[in-house]
């Protein structure tokens, strides 16, 4: 069964920082490309981030450029979200998903999701 776990997720002040891991099992993740998204209360979910299959290929909304980091360490089959200069505005559920190849900007594409991890960015 393809699954895809996200963890990290904390309550941080404004102007931390904090790395996001996406832990996939039941598939190989170096096939795959791991999209981010988020949902704030109210709001549609939003792309943040993905990295196409081979790595070469990173994606990042407007929002979270110079500021969110994208990576994947293939040994431990896990995607990671670098943020750093967190903003109260990136609070939101966070959630990672997964799909063939390459990246998408529409969540409509992937096709495996985690439950996602929640992210407070306040003071």
């Known amino acids: 069964q393809l699954q895809v776990v996200e963890s990290g997720g904390d309550l941080v002040q404004p102007g931390g920082s904090l790395k996001l891991s996406c832990a996939a099992s039941?598939?190989?993740?170096?096939?795959?490309?791991i999209g981010w998204f988020r949902q704030a209360p109210g709001k549609e979910r939003e792309g943040v981030s993905c990295?196409?299959?081979?790595?070469?290929?990173?994606n990042y909304a407007d929002a979270v450029k110079g500021r969110f980091t994208i990576s994947r360490d293939n040994a431990k089959n896990t995607v990671y979200l670098q943020m750093n200069s967190l903003k109260p505005e990136d609070t939101a559920v966070y959630y990672c998903?997964?799909?063939?190849?390459?990246?998408?900007?529409?969540?409509?594409?992937?096709?495996?999701w985690g439950q996602g991890t929640q992210v407070t960015v306040s003071s």
């Open positions: 998903a997964a799909k063939a190849i390459s990246c998408s900007a529409y969540a409509r594409n992937y096709n495996t």
């Open positions: 990295m196409g299959s081979s790595g070469g290929t990173t």
């Open positions: 039941g598939f190989t993740l170096a096939y795959y490309a």
